[in-house]
């Protein structure tokens, strides 16, 4: 069954990220459930090559919030979001801003992004202020609007409503891309966790919001007025989103770009590693929708991967492409896409993300990919290594280390953030890896200076684990934020809202004449299916404000 909306974010949407399980990842989150997923013109932006070609036209204005109303909207939207978000300082002014951009294959698209602006008497809310850039999650849904803040109708609207507590409402600048693919994109398919696209798109939406923002105040716009860019940048995302962030930190990085700080969360940063991971039977929650979102993606960039869509997906799930304009759990009840099953079951593999008959992926397809993938192993699941292998065969295993982003080393202060116990987007392989790799590169080159902290900010089983839950990388630990009890504080809320979401659910099945096994099973569930789209992102985002803070106050 997929779980009824609750009051986190919306856990029967998919706010994730690709494809694979950690081999510790209790088996519980791997068996129980499904998914929980009008008119100047600006010269702005930059794409291919910096070349300079993205017009746009004047932003929208879509709403605006008093301060106590963001605190409103925010407490009806995610009450788990609420509880460790401050009161806002600051009203919010929302915009919708468009922009010209590419897709996978280099053909030239438009998209959207919210841009989020502090109102207010107060100092936090006026002058220079700095700008935070946004990197959402997996949607299936074409609809997905950043702008649509304090909307829970639509697809993004719990998650607009947080950030823009979180951020805008605590006195930045907000840019949250919706990407190409959604909203009034005219591109038919979304290029998915494509690295080289997403991270250019991202850094078009951030000239186009800065360069608006001028052109706004020139002419005496109201809603522009009384803030300015500081030129200080910080960089966030969440699960796709955090796969994106990283992307775009390492292009800005390579382009000489400041970016004050960056705090990926969550993100399937070991592409190359989690696709194999998946493919030879660990399968993640959410795998059916990430799957024809990332193969379309990435297909779509050099038309390698399959002849035709029946080479990779079975018959009666090729005609399905996202996003669309219904939701995950619409495509299953229209048989569109199975519920969890990416592979076909056989006597030696059946369980979560099996099937005899409804399953995703054709067989053959498979077999070419595991035969190449034990040929030449990963070296993280070959325990040979970190790093990616050189010379993988098969089309789609090229690709995916093509936008793995294992070897990216951050030279801003960098948060990168999760949970351990995650079914969607492993912990141990992504953000595992990517701590072992900034660690040997600390170690073995001390003339690069590293300041990154990696926080798991689920501490209910640290006895279960050899991992520390928090790791300071290079000058870390001498950050203001690493000395005060936040980190153990954060930990702490965790850890009591994953006991209050099981209580609840084990106390309903109880009062409902269910028996102590169904309330133990139910709490279980109720656990898992908010854990990477409810507990850790509201956990995460918690702990990025506070990181950012520290770089923002102090400098």
């Not at 509880?83 to 919708?96: F, H, I, L």
């Not at 292009?251 to 592409?271: E, F, M, R």
């Not at 093509?402 to 995650?422: E, V």
């Not at 409902?512 to 956990?539: F, K, N, P």
Request: glycine share 6%; aromatic share 8%.
């Amino acid at each position: 069954m997929i779980p009824s909306k609750n009051n986190t974010n919306s856990a029967t949407r998919i706010h994730s990220t690709s494809f694979i399980h950690s081999t510790n990842t209790p088996i519980m989150t791997r068996c129980l459930l499904s998914v929980a997923i009008a008119s100047s013109l600006l010269l702005v932006g930059c794409n291919d090559d910096n070349d300079k070609i993205t017009y746009t036209n004047a932003p929208q204005h879509i709403a605006s919030f008093t301060a106590s109303e963001i605190d409103q909207e925010l407490q009806e939207a995610s009450a788990i979001g609420k509880a460790v978000t401050p009161d806002a300082v600051c009203g919010v002014t929302v915009e919708k801003i468009s922009y010209q951009t590419k897709g996978s294959g280099g053909e030239a698209t438009n998209a959207t992004a919210a841009l989020m602006l502090p109102t207010g008497e107060s100092k936090d809310c006026q002058g220079d202020r700095p700008v935070l850039l946004h990197a959402h999650g997996t949607a299936t849904e074409k609809s997905y609007d950043f702008t649509q803040v304090g909307n829970t109708d639509n697809p993004a609207g719990a998650r607009a409503t947080l950030m823009a507590a979180n951020f805008a409402a605590q006195g930045y600048i907000v840019v949250a891309p919706n990407y190409a693919g959604y909203d009034t994109s005219t591109l038919d398919y979304h290029p998915y966790l494509n690295a080289k696209q997403q991270s250019e798109e991202m850094v078009t939406a951030l000239d186009t919001a800065r360069s608006l923002i001028k052109q706004q105040q020139s002419v005496n716009n109201t809603n522009y007025i009384n803030v300015k860019d500081s030129g200080k940048l910080f960089l966030t995302g969440y699960s796709q989103g955090g796969h994106v962030a990283m992307a775009t930190a390492q292009l800005l990085q390579d382009q000489n770009k400041v970016v004050t700080a960056i705090a990926p969360s969550s993100g399937p940063y070991a592409l190359a590693a989690f696709g194999d991971a998946i493919v030879s039977g660990n399968v993640n929650v959410g795998a059916t929708a990430f799957v024809p979102l990332l193969a379309r993606s990435l297909q779509n960039v050099d038309g390698k991967i399959y002849r035709n869509p029946t080479e990779i997906f079975t018959d009666q799930y090729a005609g399905t492409k996202l996003p669309t304009t219904s939701s995950f759990e619409d495509l299953i009840r229209a048989g569109k896409l199975p519920q969890t099953a990416l592979f076909e079951a056989n006597t030696n593999e059946t369980g979560f993300g099996f099937d005899t008959q409804n399953y995703l992926i054709q067989t053959s397809f498979r077999a070419a990919y595991l035969a190449d993938a034990q040929a030449n192993p990963d070296n993280l699941l070959a325990d040979t290594g970190l790093l990616p292998e050189q010379n993988p065969q098969n089309e789609l295993r090229k690709a995916l280390k093509a936008n793995d982003l294992r070897g990216y080393t951050p030279k801003m202060p960098t948060l990168i953030c999760g949970g351990n116990q995650d079914p969607t987007v492993f912990y141990d392989l992504n953000t595992g890896a990517m701590a072992g790799i900034l660690q040997q590169v600390s170690a073995s080159s001390p003339t690069v200076k590293l300041n990154v902290t990696v926080l798991d900010v689920d501490a209910t089983n640290d006895e279960d684990r050899v991992q520390n839950t928090v790791t300071s990388i290079g000058s870390a630990m001498s950050n203001p934020w690493m000395l005060t009890s936040a980190i153990p504080d954060i930990q702490t809320k965790f850890a009591g809202t994953v006991q209050l979401i099981g209580k609840n659910a084990y106390d309903q099945t109880i009062n409902s004449g269910g028996t102590v096994a169904e309330a133990q099973y139910a709490a279980q569930v109720a656990i898992a299916s908010t854990y990477h789209a409810g507990l850790v992102s509201t956990a995460c985002i918690n702990a990025t404000r506070q990181f950012f803070d520290q770089e923002f106050k102090s400098i």
